[in-house]
């Protein structure tokens, strides 16, 4: 037993064994994640309940379910409940969750099994979404059109009028976005050059009539675009469908508001399926509504992707840059030795305090003096003296400078010194040596150190939510207006929508489905991202392979 032991085959299982149970928790966890993030996706039973109160009184509810749990009976009678003749020690309630925010006073409550005297699973009962006020679950009746009942299937009529109103709110999105954006954003550039004439003492009486012709001349191609605006918003609302819901009522809900339309409790597995790709699909590529809570996270994702990629456009120069500096031309000194004491160290900073940073020296500091050099005639509206896109990903630069610094190092130190006194005996000089040989050699590190930024950045939330992230922003930083690429604009993040839609959600219950559907996203994003990085490295390696013999 002893030889076993000094021969060290214990350790060698003992570290397998840490690492395989390591490994089989993040595999569950992320596991868990996606079961409880993407069966939101997946169309469920809707029910209808027969209930009953203490006092004899029946009513029905309508809805699905949305948890359940069991409660010990001496829980719930003290907290008042009679529950006469129950002999159970435990009892089943259900979280319902019913929709029709405008008509109840909570989109989701509890039903305790005793209140139930009946349920069934209708084939007929319809889960409409909508733009507001979430989901509306009832009986379609009938599809009106101009408020005259529309003969045929009502399925077909109402799926096919809703793909009408979708084709029209593309066609206003697209003219929102696109001409009357375009119109909007000159106007406010001709806003500002007046004022910067004005700053400069060169408004002259036939600059500003130019000014004024060129403003009233998109004021009236505006109004043109704003009427065709009305027009097609006004032919959202010529259709209109009457849902009987719950209380035996009959809805009429304009299909202005109506996004779709599904029968789940009438769907095969097949249709299930597709309807849960066809959500899937809403999820990655729509925008969010309802104080995030609803909708999708498209925004979000670009401007995760968008802030990732600008940090390692510079992060990755500057950190080569140094390590270079600190392996190849520093001296082997102590002041070198401290500075890279103070690299190594800087990892360990908390983010927050580059947050920080980044408030007080690039928005405030550097941001604020861009702005009155070159925007003194948008002051005292900032441009870049605000948090913004270019101010997080050179944040997150620094955070992650130290990372790319010491894997570089690590990549040249690598490298024999035979390699460089054999370029230098050949006549190369240091610098061709450098750019011709060990670079390409250590570029495989140099991607690992990028890996392991990318990574740590794209997680981040508590440095952004200082220096640019936001709730909802209402543009993406990339749009068809010059400069085309929008650095100081605010962005959104999928780190930062976690923890808005899990700790600032007006509606809990309905917001958890989305915390985890949301983080399972955030890790495919930096999975995406680290593949592609991972790639890029295994193809450097093979391609600079012939330098190492």
């Not at 009529?157 to 929102?176: G, S, T, Y």
């Not at 505006?222 to 009305?230: A, M, P, T």
């Amino acid at each position: 037993m002893s030889k076993w032991f000094k021969s060290g085959a214990p350790w060698i299982w003992m570290t397998g064994g840490a690492v395989s149970l390591s490994l089989v928790a993040v595999l569950g966890l992320l596991l868990m994640i996606g079961w409880r993030g993407l069966v939101y996706f997946w169309p469920h039973t809707i029910y209808e309940w027969q209930l009953s109160t203490p006092e004899g009184e029946r009513y029905t509810v309508i809805g699905e379910i949305h948890d359940r749990e069991e409660v010990p009976v001496a829980q719930l009678r003290g907290s008042g409940l009679a529950l006469e003749g129950v002999t159970e020690e435990n009892l089943t309630r259900y979280l319902v969750k019913t929709g029709n925010r405008e008509f109840v006073p909570l989109d989701f409550r509890w039903i305790l099994e005793t209140d139930i005297q009946s349920r069934d699973i209708p084939a007929s009962l319809a889960v409409l979404e909508r733009s507001h006020n979430g989901n509306f679950y009832g009986y379609v009746e009938r599809v009106l059109e101009n408020g005259s009942a529309v003969a045929g299937d009502v399925r077909e009529q109402l799926r096919a009028r809703i793909e009408r109103v979708d084709e029209l709110n593309e066609r206003m999105d697209e003219l929102q976005r696109g001409e009357i954006g375009s119109i909007n954003h000159q106007l406010e550039r001709l806003r500002l050059e007046q004022r910067k004439l004005e700053l400069e003492g060169e408004l002259t009486e036939q600059a500003l009539a130019d000014i004024q012709a060129e403003e009233e001349k998109l004021r009236a191609d505006y109004r043109v675009l704003e009427k065709d605006l009305f027009a097609l918003r006004d032919e959202t609302r010529r259709d209109s469908v009457v849902v009987r819901d719950m209380r035996g009522q009959e809805v009429t809900l304009s299909l202005g508001d109506v996004l779709d339309v599904a029968w789940p409790n009438d769907m095969g597995t097949v249709a299930k399926t597709g309807h849960w790709f066809k959500e899937m699909g809403k999820f990655i590529s729509g925008e969010p509504r309802e104080a995030n809570t609803e909708g999708g996270v498209f925004p979000a994702i670009f401007g995760t992707v968008f802030m990732v990629i600008l940090m390692a456009i510079i992060v990755t120069p500057l950190g080569v840059v140094a390590a270079i500096y600190l392996h190849e031309y520093a001296g082997k000194n102590s002041l070198t030795k401290i500075i890279r004491i103070a690299v190594i160290n800087l990892a360990g900073v908390p983010s927050i305090v580059y947050g920080v940073f980044g408030l007080g020296f690039f928005v405030y500091m550097l941001g604020g003096s861009i702005d009155k050099l070159f925007y003194p005639e948008a002051l005292p509206s900032p441009t870049f003296g605000s948090p913004g896109v270019l101010w997080s990903a050179l944040t997150l630069a620094i955070l992650t400078l130290p990372v790319v610094i010491v894997s570089t190092e690590e990549g040249l130190s690598r490298i024999p010194s035979s390699v460089r006194q054999g370029s230098l005996a050949l006549g190369a000089t240091k610098a061709e040596t450098l750019w011709r040989i060990i670079i390409p050699m250590a570029s495989p590190a140099i991607m690992t150190g990028l890996i392991l930024a990318i990574a740590r950045a794209a997680g981040e939330v508590a440095p952004l939510m200082l220096v640019g992230v936001v709730k909802l922003a209402p543009n993406l930083p990339v749009d068809g207006n010059f400069p085309y690429l929008h650095l100081d604009r605010k962005f959104m993040h999928l780190g930062f929508h976690i923890y808005d839609v899990g700790f600032q959600s007006p509606n809990v219950e309905a917001a958890r489905p989305l915390v985890y559907a949301t983080s399972f996203l955030l890790v495919t994003v930096i999975v995406g991202l680290n593949l592609t990085a991972i790639g890029i490295r295994n193809h450097l390696r093979e391609k600079f392979r012939s330098l190492d013999q």
